[in-house]
């Protein structure tokens, strides 16, 4: 079974057209629920962690949210540059920080 | 701050030889540290945990004698692909993660990134 699900697997937008994207997951107890950005050919760059149902965290046209079986990452008037693959992971309760990802929602935005 | 480096970002090689990964916390020191490899279009998928100082914990069906890790330091973690095929072609990506009780010791930080093919 699955631990996390993200939807949809990939998201065309004009610029400036904001959208959302899914993450849901099926954990026992949640440790934390991590968000990265990740361009072709190179390792995910870190965007949030969220610990607790209700916390929201933002960075530039990025916002993330979470409740106790999803997440969301909301993207404000995307520009080009948002472009990448959003992939969503949790690390459970009790663990040595690993991290289970889901297959991640490619974002083109066109100008 | 947190950043993490690969050497080399890809190495062509000859089925049969061994090829070392290397990868080093640059800006902190990293109780843990993982391995993933990750095939075209799909995401990470975790091959082992590595706590400095002692063996590494690899996934099932992860073959440990094939992928060896070494932790050696508390920045410097390195995954040898021995006798490398074809089929061990793919973009091996480390993580590392602060741990303790330091900002944010949960959170992997990854690198850029290895990409490995196998002739």
């Known amino acids: 079974e699955d631990q996390v699900t993200q939807s949809p697997e990939a998201l065309r937008l004009q610029e400036g057209e904001s959208s959302s994207l899914n993450c849901s997951y099926t954990v026992s107890g949640l440790r934390g629920l991590f968000w990265y950005r990740q361009d072709p050919g190179k390792g995910p760059e870190f965007l949030f962690t969220l610990y607790s149902a209700g916390e929201e965290k933002e960075k530039e046209r990025l916002k993330a949210t979470l409740t106790k079986k999803e997440s969301f990452l909301h993207i404000t008037a995307p520009k080009p540059e948002d472009s990448a693959t959003y992939l969503c992971?949790?690390?459970?309760?009790?663990?040595?920080?690993?991290?289970?990802f889901g297959a991640g929602t490619t974002v083109t935005v066109r100008a | 701050g947190a950043v993490v480096s690969q050497h080399p970002s890809r190495v062509i090689c000859k089925s049969g030889t061994s090829v070392k990964i290397e990868c080093r916390s640059l800006?902190?020191?990293?109780?843990?540290m993982f391995w993933y490899r990750q095939f075209p279009k799909q995401s990470l998928m975790l091959m082992a945990t590595?706590?400095?100082?002692?063996?590494?914990?690899?996934e099932q069906g992860v073959e440990k004698d094939k992928f060896l890790i070494n932790h050696a330091s508390l920045t410097l973690s390195t995954l040898t692909v021995t006798s490398a095929h074809p089929e061990d072609s793919s973009f091996y990506i480390c993580?590392?993660?602060?741990?303790?009780?330091?900002?944010?010791?949960?959170?992997?930080?990854f690198g850029p990134g290895t990409r490995l093919t196998v002739l």
């Open positions: 993580s590392a993660t602060p741990g303790g009780t330091g900002r944010a010791p949960d959170t992997q930080y």
């Open positions: 800006d902190f020191q990293a109780t843990t």
């Open positions: 590595s706590n400095e100082g002692s063996k590494a914990t690899y």
């Open positions: 992971a949790v690390q459970e309760l009790p663990n040595d920080y690993k991290l289970s």
